[in-house]
């Protein structure tokens, strides 16, 4: 389709013919989004170009009507939805005024290189584009429809030139005499009008308009003709040639106005090596690290748009990457720091004194005086200049009303700003500024990662001879981990290496805001301590959005707007707006905060006094999830279920760890037993057995009135470690106290498989197996699916292989039936033991490959790590050693990242059965005292382990 906006608003489909689109709402709607066409454009952009000052109630839901009739008449696939706002899905070439703005600049770049002719008809094809004002249709779109008439308006002025060089100069007058009138103060049509009256044999004319202008200018503004028209008088009084020479391709470049007397001529003092003037910008003292990805994306942002907004948290880096990104550019540049403006209304006054603008002498009494906005207008209309406008998010309306003003009328102007907030005007292209890259715990190459080389180079240069080494990177990583990867956290922390080691300096970030008090004398004092560079942004929030960053500072990691709205209390919309001002950053589908920002936000909370109240409900909202999502990790939804759960895990622990510290056991309990079975399958079982011991000891040696379940959860839990001492032993006879081996959890679920693990069937096996197969047919699908894996398991104990593999192919009818991959790879596991016990390896193998494939699929790393060992196993028994051993190097180490001592036990098992196929009894002496260390004792699903631990010893001894 093709969109067209420089007139009234209209589209055209493949064939050309137009494309019905509704009434004017909708029309004006699609005028936004096609000027932004690929880019997606802010709601609150939408609501205030499309109604005004007064939009009507609800106009949320006005807008979501006219995005819904704009969707039908044009398909629902153009128009996207996006957190942000909406997005038009084109391409910006298929919108009449992004071709016309590229044709007038590819016009504009054949003039300057003397290519007349193609100047002449790029320039008009570009001006046929237009069929009347700009967003027509979009009468509330005044400062973009007024930036469209200043290109187009320029447009004309560059095809005028053209014309000019072409010898044109009679067939321009009138025209010019026309542009002139409506444009009075535009100084370049003058000196077109000038030539052209000159070219046609008129010099006393030429002349004339050169004086009108003069009395014009001195009259409106105070100031004296520019140098262009200056120039043009000059050569009109001299009679020079130039004015009616006509150039063929190549010709000379068009005119170009020197630069205004308010800045130095280019290679004058402050003239970079490029040639453009660098005003304002210093010269950095520390080297830039890890920013020449941001830095070429900063430069590409000014090649395709005007306004460029570099957005971010405090500290992360805004400026300097300005300041870099502009010290590249070739053209000149401005850098004007907003840090010490206190109030709107020495915005622009700030800018002229960057620019070096002086006042005027005081107005005479018949003239009126100039305002700051008029002068920064009239001085740089026809310049071509980047001006950087830093540290912008206590003045963003004033800035964004002035940057506004200024592109509108100023062709030849770039901005660049930086601010914690967006401008949020037409046209802005927002390129966030994040931390720098960090490193995971344990890094192979530490300095790979932008943050550890910023620590390393600002902590050479206050301790000179530091590196980065073996003895220092675990330290340093956690540093740069601790602070987010801000630069200026890291800066400030490397700083501290004057006076102190740093594993010192590691040690003491639990108290950041403390530590890090160091900075520049010369910084900005709210960049010279961490607590001020986030107390800046703290500051400059409302009343309910410091209420919503408090609050939500109880969230570990990050929050969606439905939890962030039920736990806090306070609407979305709140939560959106700390997102515009980097108090939170938005991450696959959450909001979270950084860590240093959240450590903040919790002082806060704790000075409110709503710390208990908020984390009571951060609680609540916790156990309802698991209450609603436990059953679902049983069914063939499992891995939607335990993704979502991935990204609340850290909050699940949170919330277990406020109930074992607040003294509400009993809710405790409830939230552990119901995060059981996902803690299970994603194999987190130190850290786990860790929060319920502690839970434990704050309930004592009684369970809770009616929470046997619970309760028995919580002690089987405590044993995840593997770890057989007398306080876990104790735990375990206890659960057999508890609940008759006959039990059917009615609320806990996976307790059913959890108990049998790790407590096994009492002495009267035979009675066990018929009590299941009494009770199986009645059960719910999962139970009766786990109900005939126990049996099948029963039945091998009882040596019935036959009964067993039966009841074993049922258990996987069942679970397959449910679509359940966890219980499926438990009953293929069972499978491949029983054929291993018959000696059919090769079906073990494939039985224990396509349990491997499910547990990779549900990233259940403990299966996984025990189908690998059973297919070590097979392997064994087919005479393929060096093939067993790489699945038990490959199961050893995923057991131990998830600290499942049970496979890491029989993983070594292998390994050493290896090394004696191989005659290395040492070898294997060692790994078996390992794995006979690594076993946990009082499992009864590790006896097997435990029995071919002790076999093998007998061996490796005996052949010694």
């Given at each position: 389709?093709?969109?067209?906006?420089?007139?009234?608003?209209?589209?055209?489909?493949?064939?050309?013919?137009?494309?019905?689109?509704?009434?004017?709402?909708?029309?004006?709607?699609?005028?936004?989004?096609?000027?932004?066409a690929?880019?997606?454009?802010?709601?609150?952009?939408?609501?205030?170009?499309?109604?005004?000052?007064?939009?009507?109630?609800?106009?949320?839901?006005?807008?979501?009507?006219?995005?819904?009739?704009?969707?039908?008449a044009?398909?629902?696939?153009l128009?996207?939805?996006?957190?942000?706002?909406?997005?038009?899905?084109?391409?910006?070439?298929?919108?009449d005024?992004?071709?016309f703005?590229?044709l007038?600049?590819?016009?504009?770049?054949?003039?300057?290189?003397?290519?007349a002719?193609?100047?002449a008809a790029?320039?008009?094809?570009?001006?046929?584009?237009?069929?009347g004002?700009?967003?027509?249709?979009?009468?509330h779109?005044?400062?973009?429809?007024?930036?469209?008439?200043?290109?187009?308006?320029?447009?004309?002025?560059?095809?005028?030139?053209?014309?000019?060089?072409?010898?044109?100069?009679?067939?321009?007058?009138?025209?010019?005499?026309?542009?002139?009138?409506?444009?009075?103060?535009?100084?370049?049509?003058?000196?077109?009008?000038?030539?052209?009256?000159?070219?046609?044999?008129?010099?006393?004319?030429?002349?004339?308009?050169?004086?009108?202008?003069?009395?014009?200018?001195?009259?409106?503004?105070?100031?004296?003709?520019?140098?262009?028209?200056?120039?043009?008088?000059?050569a009109?009084?001299?009679?020079d040639?130039?004015?009616?020479?006509?150039?063929?391709?190549?010709?000379?470049?068009?005119?170009?106005?020197?630069?205004p007397?308010?800045?130095?001529?280019?290679?004058?003092?402050?003239?970079?090596?490029?040639?453009?003037?660098?005003?304002?910008?210093?010269?950095?003292?520390?080297?830039?690290?890890?920013?020449?990805?941001?830095?070429?994306?900063?430069?590409?942002?000014?090649?395709?748009?005007r306004?460029?907004?570099?957005?971010?948290?405090?500290?992360?880096?805004?400026?300097r990457?300005?300041?870099?990104?502009?010290?590249?550019?070739?053209?000149?540049?401005?850098?004007?720091?907003?840090?010490?403006?206190?109030g709107a209304?020495?915005?622009?006054?700030?800018?002229?004194?960057a620019?070096?603008i002086?006042?005027?002498?005081?107005?005479?009494?018949?003239?009126?005086?100039?305002?700051?906005?008029?002068?920064?207008?009239?001085?740089?209309?026809?310049?071509?200049?980047?001006?950087?406008?830093?540290?912008?998010?206590?003045?963003?309306?004033?800035?964004?009303?002035?940057?506004?003003?200024?592109?509108?009328?100023?062709?030849?102007?770039?901005v660049?700003?930086?601010?914690?907030?967006?401008?949020?005007?037409?046209?802005?292209?927002?390129?966030?500024?994040?931390?720098?890259?960090?490193?995971?715990?344990?890094?192979?190459?530490?300095?790979?990662?932008?943050?550890?080389?910023?620590?390393?180079?600002?902590?050479?240069?206050v301790?000179?001879g530091?590196?980065?080494?073996?003895?220092?990177?675990?330290?340093?990583?956690r540093?740069?981990r601790?602070?987010d990867?801000?630069?200026?956290?890291?800066?400030?922390?490397?700083?501290?290496?004057?006076t102190?080691?740093?594993?010192?300096?590691?040690?003491?970030?639990?108290?950041?805001?403390?530590?890090?008090?160091?900075?520049?004398?010369?910084?900005?004092?709210?960049?010279?301590?961490?607590?001020?560079?986030?107390?800046?942004?703290?500051?400059?929030?409302?009343?309910?959005?410091?209420?919503?960053?408090?609050?939500?500072?109880?969230?570990?990691?990050?929050?969606?707007?439905?939890?962030?709205?039920?736990?806090?209390?306070?609407?979305?919309?709140?939560?959106f707006?700390?997102a515009e001002?980097?108090?939170?950053?938005?991450?696959?589908?959450?909001?979270?905060?950084?860590?240093?920002?959240?450590?903040?936000?919790?002082?806060?909370?704790?000075?409110?006094?709503?710390?208990?109240?908020?984390?009571?409900?951060?609680t609540?909202?916790?156990?309802?999830?698991?209450?609603?999502?436990?059953?679902?990790?049983?069914?063939?939804?499992?891995?939607?279920?335990?993704?979502?759960?991935?990204?609340?895990?850290?909050?699940?622990?949170?919330?277990?760890?406020?109930?074992?510290?607040?003294?509400?056991?009993?809710?405790?309990?409830?939230?552990?037993?119901?995060?059981?079975?996902?803690?299970?399958?994603?194999?987190?079982?130190?850290?786990?057995?860790g929060?319920?011991?502690?839970?434990?000891?704050?309930?004592?040696?009684?369970?809770?009135?009616?929470?046997?379940?619970?309760?028995?959860?919580?002690?089987?839990?405590?044993?995840w470690?593997?770890?057989?001492?007398?306080?876990?032993?104790?735990?375990?006879?206890?659960?057999?106290?508890?609940?008759p081996?006959?039990?059917?959890?009615?609320?806990?679920?996976?307790?059913?498989?959890?108990r049998?693990?790790?407590?096994?069937?009492?002495?009267?096996?035979?009675?066990?197996?018929?009590?299941?197969?009494?009770?199986?047919?009645?059960?719910?699908?999962?139970?009766?699916a786990?109900?005939?894996?126990?049996?099948?398991?029963?039945?091998?104990?009882?040596g019935?292989?036959?009964?067993?593999?039966?009841?074993?192919?049922?258990?996987?009818?069942?679970?397959?039936?449910?679509?359940?991959?966890?219980?499926?790879?438990?009953?293929?596991?069972?499978?491949?033991?029983?054929?291993?016990?018959?000696?059919?390896?090769?079906?073990?193998?494939?039985?224990?490959?396509?349990?491997?494939?499910?547990?990779?699929?549900?990233?259940?790393r403990?299966?996984?790590?025990?189908?690998?060992?059973?297919?070590?196993?097979?392997?064994?028994?087919?005479?393929?050693?060096l093939?067993?051993r790489?699945?038990?190097?490959?199961a050893?180490?995923?057991?131990?990242?998830v600290?499942?001592?049970?496979?890491?036990?029989?993983?070594h098992?292998?390994?050493a059965?290896?090394?004696?196929?191989?005659?290395?009894?040492d070898?294997?002496?060692?790994?078996?005292?390992?794995a006979?260390?690594?076993?946990?004792d009082?499992?009864?699903?590790?006896?097997?382990?435990?029995n071919?631990?002790?076999?093998a010893?007998?061996?490796?001894?005996?052949?010694?």
């Amino acid at each position: 389709m093709r969109f067209e906006i420089l007139g009234p608003t209209s589209v055209l489909d493949e064939d050309g013919a137009p494309v019905a689109l509704g009434g004017p709402r909708v029309r004006a709607l699609l005028t936004l989004l096609a000027l932004n066409a690929g880019r997606v454009v802010g709601a609150d952009r939408l609501v205030d170009d499309l109604y005004g000052p007064h939009p009507p109630d609800g106009v949320a839901n006005a807008l979501q009507s006219q995005v819904s009739r704009l969707r039908r008449a044009l398909g629902r696939d153009l128009i996207e939805f996006h957190p942000a706002g909406y997005r038009l899905v084109a391409d910006p070439h298929d919108v009449d005024a992004r071709r016309f703005e590229l044709l007038a600049l590819d016009g504009r770049r054949a003039l300057a290189a003397g290519d007349a002719g193609r100047a002449a008809a790029l320039l008009g094809e570009a001006l046929e584009l237009w069929r009347g004002a700009p967003l027509a249709d979009a009468p509330h779109a005044v400062s973009a429809a007024a930036g469209l008439e200043e290109l187009r308006l320029a447009a004309v002025e560059d095809r005028l030139q053209a014309d000019l060089a072409l010898g044109r100069h009679r067939d321009l007058v009138a025209e010019l005499r026309r542009l002139t009138a409506a444009h009075p103060m535009r100084e370049r049509l003058r000196a077109q009008l000038m030539r052209a009256l000159y070219g046609s044999g008129r010099q006393a004319e030429a002349l004339a308009v050169y004086e009108e202008a003069r009395r014009l200018l001195d009259r409106e503004l105070g100031v004296e003709p520019g140098a262009e028209l200056a120039a043009a008088h000059l050569a009109v009084l001299r009679a020079d040639p130039s004015l009616t020479a006509q150039t063929t391709a190549p010709s000379p470049a068009p005119f170009q106005p020197p630069v205004p007397p308010f800045l130095p001529e280019p290679g004058g003092p402050g003239a970079s090596p490029g040639g453009g003037f660098k005003q304002g910008l210093r010269a950095q003292l520390t080297s830039f690290v890890g920013r020449a990805e941001e830095l070429a994306q900063v430069s590409a942002r000014l090649r395709d748009s005007r306004l460029v907004t570099l957005i971010g948290p405090g500290g992360a880096g805004k400026t300097r990457l300005a300041q870099e990104a502009a010290a590249q550019e070739p053209g000149d540049v401005c850098f004007v720091p907003l840090a010490h403006v206190a109030g709107a209304a020495g915005v622009p006054g700030a800018v002229l004194v960057a620019l070096d603008i002086r006042d005027a002498l005081l107005p005479a009494p018949q003239r009126a005086a100039v305002g700051p906005v008029t002068r920064l207008l009239t001085a740089l209309a026809e310049r071509d200049l980047l001006l950087v406008l830093d540290n912008c998010e206590h003045l963003v309306a004033t800035v964004a009303e002035l940057a506004d003003a200024l592109l509108a009328s100023c062709p030849g102007l770039r901005v660049l700003t930086t601010s914690r907030e967006a401008l949020g005007i037409t046209g802005e292209s927002i390129l966030p500024v994040s931390p720098l890259r960090l490193p995971p715990p344990e890094p192979d190459d530490p300095l790979a990662y932008a943050a550890v080389r910023l620590f390393a180079d600002r902590a050479a240069a206050v301790r000179p001879g530091f590196a980065v080494d073996a003895g220092n990177a675990a330290d340093v990583v956690r540093i740069c981990r601790a602070l987010d990867g801000l630069p200026l956290a890291i800066e400030l922390a490397a700083a501290r290496l004057r006076t102190l080691p740093v594993a010192d300096v590691a040690a003491r970030l639990d108290d950041r805001f403390r530590l890090l008090t160091r900075g520049s004398r010369t910084a900005l004092p709210r960049h010279q301590t961490l607590r001020a560079v986030v107390a800046w942004s703290w500051d400059l929030l409302d009343d309910a959005e410091q209420r919503l960053a408090a609050r939500l500072s109880v969230f570990v990691g990050g929050a969606t707007p439905e939890a962030a709205e039920r736990v806090c209390g306070l609407p979305e919309e709140v939560l959106f707006s700390l997102a515009e001002k980097s108090l939170v950053e938005y991450v696959g589908g959450r909001y979270r905060m950084l860590d240093t920002i959240r450590a903040f936000c919790a002082e806060r909370l704790a000075e409110s006094g709503e710390t208990a109240a908020i984390r009571d409900a951060h609680t609540a909202y916790y156990l309802d999830l698991v209450l609603t999502v436990d059953p679902l990790l049983r069914t063939a939804d499992q891995l939607t279920w335990l993704a979502r759960l991935d990204r609340e895990s850290d909050d699940l622990e949170a919330a277990v760890r406020w109930t074992t510290v607040s003294g509400r056991p009993e809710t405790g309990l409830r939230l552990l037993a119901h995060s059981a079975c996902y803690w299970w399958m994603r194999g987190h079982r130190g850290v786990i057995a860790g929060l319920a011991a502690a839970l434990l000891a704050r309930i004592g040696d009684v369970c809770p009135a009616g929470m046997e379940e619970e309760y028995v959860m919580c002690l089987l839990v405590t044993a995840w470690t593997g770890v057989a001492d007398d306080v876990v032993r104790e735990r375990l006879a206890e659960v057999r106290e508890l609940l008759p081996i006959a039990h059917l959890p009615e609320r806990v679920e996976f307790l059913m498989m959890m108990r049998s693990m790790f407590t096994g069937p009492p002495g009267d096996v035979e009675k066990i197996y018929r009590d299941l197969l009494a009770n199986i047919e009645g059960l719910p699908p999962w139970q009766r699916a786990l109900s005939y894996s126990g049996a099948g398991f029963v039945l091998q104990i009882l040596g019935r292989a036959e009964e067993s593999l039966a009841t074993f192919r049922r258990a996987l009818a069942a679970f397959r039936a449910i679509g359940e991959r966890w219980g499926t790879v438990l009953v293929l596991s069972g499978l491949g033991e029983l054929a291993s016990r018959e000696g059919d390896y090769a079906a073990s193998y494939a039985l224990s490959d396509e349990a491997l494939t499910l547990a990779r699929e549900l990233d259940a790393r403990a299966e996984m790590a025990e189908a690998l060992c059973r297919r070590g196993d097979a392997l064994l028994g087919m005479g393929e050693p060096l093939g067993g051993r790489a699945d038990y190097e490959e199961a050893a180490e995923l057991a131990r990242r998830v600290g499942s001592m049970d496979m890491l036990a029989w993983a070594h098992l292998g390994m050493a059965e290896v090394a004696l196929i191989g005659g290395e009894r040492d070898a294997a002496l060692s790994l078996l005292a390992q794995a006979r260390a690594e076993c946990p004792d009082d499992w009864y699903s590790t006896e097997d382990i435990r029995n071919r631990i002790d076999e093998a010893l007998g061996r490796a001894v005996s052949e010694r």
